[in-house]
Each structure stands twice: as C-alpha cells, then as structure tokens.
C-alpha cells in the first residue's frame, strides 16, 4: 500500500504559523507576496495573507511599500480600512498612525507633549521590489538576507510573464506539483 503521513506528520509538515517548525522555516527566505502595481502611493490597501499572518500592504507617498499587521495595535481595528497618508497608515477608529517600519507616528488623542507613540510598534516586514515581484522578508535576520538571484527577475519587463491564481491547498501540495 501507499505510504501515508500520520495526522502529526502531516500538521508538522504543513502548519506555517508563526512558532510552527515550517513557519519557522519560511520565514528565513524572502517570499514572493504582491505585484507592485497593485499598489499606488496613497491609494488603497491590500489585504495579504501570508504564513497564517493577517497582513495589509500599502504604498507610501514616496512610492516606499509597507506590510504590517492587520491588527491595529491599539484596539484591533482593521487597518484595512485606513487612511494611506504622508507615508503612512493611520487607522480609522482612533487614528493612530503607522510608518512602513511598524513605528507610531502620530497619536491624536494624546497630548502633543506625550511620548507614549514612541512606546507602540506594529508587526512589519520589510518589502523590496525586484523583477516586477514585490518580496517580503517575515524572519528574525536582520539585516535581511539577500533577494534571491533568480533568472526570470535579471531580464526586462517585456521578457517576462508573472501571474497569480488561487490555489485551494497547502503549501507541500503547491510544491509538489
């Protein structure tokens, strides 16, 4: 007979989560997540789920990406649904602001002498745009490891061809086929 992972075998090999062997794993490479032109400087945010990490991408008024947590950090929110403004996300429910390194920048509910935003970081991933591919970086190095050299991202625009279909299994099953 064929040869079956156990239930256990199968969860190691395939949960991706933060904490999780495989997660772990992955987190250590750079991992192709967005195309560069779904995202405009100041335009709407894109919803990004990756690694079993609810994420949000936007593109700053200096054309810079970001990737944070979904999550406000303050009442949970979606930060979804804010504002993409002045190189930054600012929430919609109490509108705490948010660079592309997950820092706080504004706090309008706190007094202008108040130093509390320099306490509040967001979860962020460092983003680079490289062969008509946005990467993402989830792991612990820091730096960051190089991009990797691949050949599809050393030729021109018009020598390559990149799509996206949604795929309904885990990552293994994609691997394998």
Known sequence: GADVLSKQDNDYLCRVSAGTPMGTLLRQYWLPVLFPYELEPDGAPLRIRLLGEDLVAWRGTDGQVGVMQNACPHRGAS????RNEENGLRCVYHGWKFDIDGSCTDMPNEPAESNFKHKIRAASYPVLEHGGVG??????????????DLEFARVSDDQRFLWKRVQTCNWVQAMEG
């Open 79 to 82: 930060m979804f649904f804010g």
């Open 135 to 148: 990467w993402i970086y989830m792991g612990p190095e820091s730096p960051a490891p190089p991009l990797p």
